[in-house]
């Protein structure tokens, strides 16, 4: 068993280096020095044993979906990452399991030079809570509230992959040899952070898919004071959800309903579609439009065959049911 401070030099020895970081971990706070002019932009997201993750969940992969889940929310902002704070809250003070949670922590922080500038260590529950820092230039974030009648909707990669995975596990272990695909993308999401990079100006409210397509759809249009007409079937299906041979309106719930899946969907302007398309192909993920925005309220499903469509569950509340 390690010491509160042994664990925090084992975190401290991995953390990646910044020139903006002028004081990270080690004093009673750190200090840092964001680029002139730029608007400073925080988000934070906790994730607790049993209900953001299995509990068989790897270590490792809860580093990286601590991580990954706050980088999607900036990336969803339209926002460049640049610090972290972390706050583990640990049953026992276990120097390996720390270790392989840095693994996929540390992995996840290098590829988007996230340098980790302090947190805090306790003993309880196991917990993870993480915020997140970026920038973004004046007036160029992706609001919720920034939504026109006459945009259309789009999504990145292939949603309901992740709620699969979660079906799967909770039903029992794996209903198809595709499991280990599947439940890669609901361990190790991708924050699609060069995406939202490379929205602003061209998309206008954009939100990542923590909760569901459907209910995070509702978010913009709430904000924004529309009405989304969303086609069900226009949204991509990975081989691997394919593979798992679902009747299609159990298929579609998890779709539309599924959380954890941490694409991001967005709304543009019709004229802006091709300049998305060169903008996914820049950031390497797939994009594909699927409705549109209208005069109204709430969001509405329809079929290929033009039927009106609702799930068999909306999306995920903490505090309902
Ligand atoms: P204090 O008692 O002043 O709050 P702590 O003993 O909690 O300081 O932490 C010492 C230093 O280690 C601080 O700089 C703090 O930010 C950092 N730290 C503690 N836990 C973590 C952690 N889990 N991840 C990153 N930094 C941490
Ligand atoms: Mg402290």
Redesign the pocket.
Known sequence: MAG??D??DR??AR?VARDDVVL???????LLQPPAGMQLVVAMDTLNTGIHFPHDTAPADIGWKALAVNLSDLAAMGATPAWC????SLPEPDAAWVDAFLDGFDALARQHAVA??????TRGPLSVCVTVFGFVSPGRALRRDATSVGDEIWVSGTPGDAAEALAQWSAGGARDPALRALRARLDRPTPRVALGLRLPGLAHATIDISDGLLADLAHVCRASGVRAELDIDAVPVSDALRAAGLEPDTRRTLQASGGDDYELCFTAPVGARDAIVAAALEADVSVTRIGRIVKGQGVVATTADGELWAPVRAGWDHFSG
């Open positions: 509160e401070f664990l925090i975190i401290r953390v990270g971990i080690g004093d009673d706070a750190a704070t972390l706050s583990l980790l500038v302090g947190g805090d260590t």
